[in-house]
Nanobody, 125 residues
Framework: QVQLAESGGDSVQAGGSLRISCSAS????????MAWFRQAPGKEREVVAR????????YYSDSVRGRFTLSQDNDKNLVYLQMNSLKPEDTAMYYC??????????????????WGQGTQVTVSS
């Protein structure tokens, strides 16, 4: 059974940095897509970053490219999202999602079967 768990959410000031992580367990092999979605109050959930473990390919939305960076620790089955130059508009609940059915990484949340419980990131101005 695949399980995901996020950690590291916190409150920071604008311009600051934060690293959140997602631990994944239960995948048969290291061949899956992990994505970070976020949802702010009153807004739709959006994908901000994706990592395809085969080849460690990463993808970022325009809103975070250049500020957020994905990395993975295969030994610990962890994926990190390093967030720099944070802005108040980055405030949201951040969710990690994963699926191993695809070659590559989808962008639509309906294509992800496994989800974590979320971790709150709050950026104050």
């Amino acid at each position: 059974q695949v399980q995901l768990a996020e950690s590291g959410g916190d409150s920071v000031q604008a311009g600051g940095s934060l690293r959140i992580s997602c631990s994944a367990s239960g995948f048969k092999d290291n061949d899956y897509c992990m994505a970070w979605f976020r949802q702010a109050p009153g807004k739709e959930r959006e994908v901000v970053a994706r990592l395809y473990t085969v080849g460690s390919k990463t993808y970022y939305s325009d809103s975070v490219r250049g500020r957020f960076t994905l990395s993975q620790d295969n030994d610990k089955n962890l994926v990190y999202l390093q967030m720099n130059s944070l802005k108040p508009e980055d405030t949201a609940m951040y969710y990690c999602a994963a699926d191993d059915r695809w070659i590559g990484c989808p962008t639509v949340q309906a294509n992800f079967r496994y989800w974590g419980q979320g971790t709150q990131v709050t950026v104050s101005s």
